[in-house]
C-alpha cells in the first residue's frame, strides 16, 4: 500500500501562485510514476500532469501547459505541482496519485493510490 497526502492548497487571488505537495508513505515511492488530478464542482474528475519514476518525462493537460510545473524528490518521497498565473477555472479539489508502472499516464484508471485532495481556490 502508499499513503499520499496532499498539502498547499488555499485561497489565491487571479494571477497568484500556489506550490502543492504530495508526501508518500508505505511502498517504495521511487518505483512509481505520478500524477495530479483535479475536480471542479460539479465536473467530472480530469487530468492536470504526470510524471515519471525518474522524473526525466513530464505531460501535462492543455490547459495548465506553460503555468504549472511538476516535480518529484525521490528522496524526500514527495511530488509537487509549482502553479502559476492561477485562474478561477483553476479552481478545484486536487488529487495527487501514483501507479505501478514508471512511465507517465493520462487515464485515471492507471492509477492505483490516491490521496484525499487539497482545496484550490482562485478568485477574480
Known amino acids: 500500500q502508499v499513503q499520499l497526502v496532499e498539502s498547499g492548497g488555499g485561497l489565491v487571488q487571479a494571477g497568484g501562485s500556489l506550490r502543492l505537495s504530495c508526501a508518500a508513505s508505505g511502498r517504495t515511492f521511487s518505483n512509481k510514476a505520478m500524477g495530479w488530478f483535479r475536480q471542479a464542482p460539479g465536473k467530472e474528475r480530469e487530468f492536470v500532469a504526470a510524471?515519471?519514476?525518474?522524473?526525466?518525462?513530464?505531460l501535462y493537460a492543455d490547459s495548465v501547459k506553460g503555468r504549472f510545473t511538476i516535480s518529484r524528490d525521490n528522496a524526500k518521497d514527495t511530488m509537487y505541482l509549482q502553479m502559476n498565473n492561477l485562474k478561477p477555472e483553476d479552481t478545484a479539489i486536487y488529487y495527487c496519485?501514483?501507479?505501478?508502472?514508471?512511465?507517465?499516464?493520462?487515464?485515471?484508471?492507471?492509477?492505483?493510490?490516491w490521496g484525499q485532495g487539497t482545496q484550490v481556490s482562485v478568485s477574480s
Open positions: 496519485a501514483a501507479r505501478e508502472a514508471v512511465t507517465v499516464a493520462i487515464s485515471q484508471i492507471a492509477y492505483t493510490y
Open positions: 510524471i515519471s519514476r525518474s522524473g526525466g518525462s513530464t
